[in-house]
């Protein structure tokens, strides 16, 4: 019988290791043990038949890496569970990198965290740097060992001294932990392919293509182009084993739980690193059942629900972070829903709003965002989205058929546009992207490239037209002010805010030349970003208002040089970090409502806060648009006292209508 409380030889196996403990951090792990016991074990129960004793074990490992955590990092559990939104708050701001291409070396990364912090960052996401296999590697997401860090890069205790300098500096470190599949190369791949058991069943193995064939008839192919189809015969084995990446990344059979408990005591390690955020890579993949596509099944949210509990009960001041880019329906689940309501991750990427933003920049139309956003269900108020505009990945196109026809539009013709428009074949594109994985069943073809290249930075430059490389700041510092407006943790891409531009050599390095997506994961120029940030630091100054695009009767705004242009870019993005951290509003627990637009090419959103109301009004499209004064009142706005918080102005109506600048936010509050 499943029980409420930890059974008696669950509790002696508690008080037997933590014997070395003092007796109040024995008290406070029992105290966790009480309250997560319940989620720990109905996770558990909800997907392997012996939960009671997977949960025993769970506890034992638990309870030793509580033992072996440091002193400093008990303390953080502490001050965690007093600021549990800690994550939430409007002064939180995350940035993605690679450590070589940001800074060579985990030391070197400790080095820049100056830049980090005049940027506002409070979280880091570091890319894969536990070791991997040797390249090819899928950019370190082949992971050899959990437990060393990759070699040119640093050491354990390198890593453990980088979190705990970073979070001198208020910064927590994120990692990515590799969920579904291992290198071939990882200890577990190797001993079973020497014929080890024990270690095979950690595997999906399959003497013959029966199964695989049936499987792969609903499966899709992740990386058509280079990895095709989801399975790969094994030589050792004698075997055809499941991949659904690449044929050197073996997906692991969480349907062993001895597989969860291994992933369970990983976890352990790396929050006992320091490290404060897991970044759950890969996870919609990991419950596999015939007749599906193999991808949310209900498992996957038992399973992370047991893993939230053991890391509360063991590491609390460590939070999740789903890494599932599916539809928008799925998508909700990775925070929470029903029963599970805050009790799988805290944080999830918002890859609706990221797709939308694009397709809005393209179409300079609103009203398929506007209904795609809308029909998203609330999350949990413990939880936060992950907004963003671009990252280390491709951009699949991600639009639902449902939505575009409820909108007169055909989903794959909407696709096709956008991926024609974001490689510039399209007439008059201004994006320069790349076309990522071309899938001839399907048609689909994802987008690479870096967020100055697709907003048309890039072409702006080929054509040394002043006026166009106006508009592609513009289109930069809008999508910034949409994803920093939205109520979640914002989280930039390493380079974006310095407007860097396609890396053209990213196949110059053999071991990259078959994935363009290193396209957009330039080196960081550090000359550039020294001196756009040292004129910050010199003048002590704070960030000013954004530029406005003047349109055709005004001169275009000149920048003589890459550094000048990176400079209004990144003075841009200072500033809406440093205006977003002064508006409660945009605290994370608080839904962002979608509006029925009064313009097709204005985005409006409102944030209902118990201290006021922040009314988002997005202009995507490149001429002056007009928001009917009366709107303010409507969305409980008082219109004598509006001010758009981004230019800190007071709103100005001539006829009862306001003009807004093209490719512009407002962000208006009436305190
Ligand atoms: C995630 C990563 C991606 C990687 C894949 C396989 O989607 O973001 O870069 O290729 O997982 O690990």
């Known amino acids: 019988m499943m029980t409420s409380k930890p059974p008696v030889c669950v509790l002696d196996t508690v008080d037997a290791t933590l014997a070395p403990c003092p007796s109040y951090l024995s008290e406070v792990f029992t105290a966790r043990l009480d309250r997560w016991w319940p989620d720990l074990l109905a996770g558990l129960a909800a997907v392997y038949p012996d939960a009671e004793d997977i949960a025993h074990r769970v506890v034992k490992l638990a309870a030793l890496a509580f033992t072996e955590r440091p002193e400093d990092l008990h303390s953080l559990d502490l001050r965690r569970s007093l600021e549990p939104d800690w994550f939430q708050r409007p002064d939180s701001l995350g940035y993605a990198a690679y450590a070589d291409r940001f800074a060579g070396t985990l030391s070197e990364v400790a080095h820049k965290a100056n830049y980090l912090e005049l940027l506002g960052v409070t979280y880091l996401h570091l890319m894969p740097l536990l070791a991997s296999r040797a390249a090819?590697?899928?950019g370190g997401y082949a992971v050899a060992d959990y437990r060393a860090v990759q070699a040119d890069l640093g050491t354990l205790d390198g890593l453990r001294r980088l979190t705990r300098e970073l979070r001198g500096r208020g910064i927590s470190l994120c990692l990515d932990l590799v969920l579904n599949h291992v290198a071939r190369e990882h200890q577990w791949a190797e001993a079973a392919r020497r014929g080890d058991s024990h270690y095979r069943a950690y595997f999906y193995t399959f003497p013959d293509r029966d199964l695989p064939d049936v499987f792969d008839a609903t499966v899709p192919e992740v990386f058509p182009d280079f990895a095709p189809r989801n399975f790969t015969f094994d030589e050792a084995l004698q075997s055809w084993v499941w991949t659904t990446f690449h044929d050197y990344q073996w997906d692991v059979a969480w349907s062993n739980p001895d597989v969860f408990c291994?992933?369970?005591?990983?976890?352990?390690?790396?929050?006992?690193?320091?490290?404060?955020?897991?970044?759950?890579?890969?996870?919609?993949?990991?419950?596999?059942?015939?007749?599906?596509?193999?991808q949310n099944q209900p498992e996957v949210h038992a399973i992370t629900q047991a893993l939230r509990a053991a890391a509360r009960i063991a590491c609390p001041a460590t939070i999740f972070k789903a890494e599932a880019i599916v539809g928008p329906r799925d998508l909700v689940h990775y925070l929470g829903t029903a029963e599970r309501t805050g009790k799988v991750s805290d944080l999830a990427y918002h890859n609706s709003l990221m797709v939308h933003i694009w397709s809005m920049l393209a179409s300079r139309d609103v009203r398929l965002a506007t209904h795609a956003l809308k029909e998203l269900p609330p999350i949990p108020s413990t939880t936060a989205w992950i907004t963003y505009v671009r990252c280390h990945d491709d951009i699949g196109w991600a639009i639902n058929d449902d939505d575009a026809t409820a909108v007169g539009l055909t989903g794959w013709a909407h696709r096709a546009f956008l991926s024609d428009f974001y490689s510039g074949q399209f007439p008059d594109s201004f994006a320069r992207g790349l076309v990522f994985q071309e899938n001839k069943h399907t048609g689909d073809r994802r987008i690479s490239g870096t967020l100055a290249s697709l907003a048309g930075a890039e072409s702006a430059d080929e054509l040394g037209d002043d006026e166009a490389t106006d508009l592609a700041v513009a289109r930069i510092l809008l999508a910034h002010a949409m994803i920093f407006g939205w109520g979640g943790l914002p989280v930039i891409w390493m380079g974006d805010e310095l407007s860097l531009l396609n890396d053209f050599h990213w196949d110059d390095e053999i071991k990259h030349a078959d994935d363009n997506r290193w396209v957009h994961r330039p080196q960081m120029p550090w000359e550039t970003a020294t001196t756009v940030s040292q004129q910050v630091s010199a003048t002590g100054s704070d960030s000013q208002a954004l530029p406005t695009v003047k349109g055709s009767q005004a001169l275009p705004t000149v920048f003589d040089s890459r550094v000048t242009l990176a400079k209004c870019v990144y003075d841009g993005v200072r500033h809406l970090s440093a205006t977003r951290s002064a508006l409660p509003h945009l605290h994370a627990s608080i839904q962002t409502q979608v509006l029925e637009p009064s313009d097709p090419g204005v985005l409006q959103t409102l944030r209902a806060h118990p201290l006021g109301r922040l009314f988002g009004v997005y202009n995507v499209t490149d001429t002056w648009r007009p928001l009917p004064e009366a709107r303010l009142a409507k969305v409980g706005l008082d219109a004598s006292w509006c001010v758009d918080a981004i230019s800190g102005a007071p709103l100005v109506s001539g006829d009862g209508l306001i003009w807004q600048p093209p490719y512009s936010a407002w962000w208006i509050t009436s305190s």
């Open 136 to 138: 090819p590697n899928d």
């Open 262 to 294: 291994e992933y369970a005591d990983i976890i352990f390690f790396l929050a006992n690193a320091g490290v404060e955020v897991l970044r759950l890579d890969a996870i919609a993949f990991l419950w596999k059942r015939l007749g599906t596509n193999c």
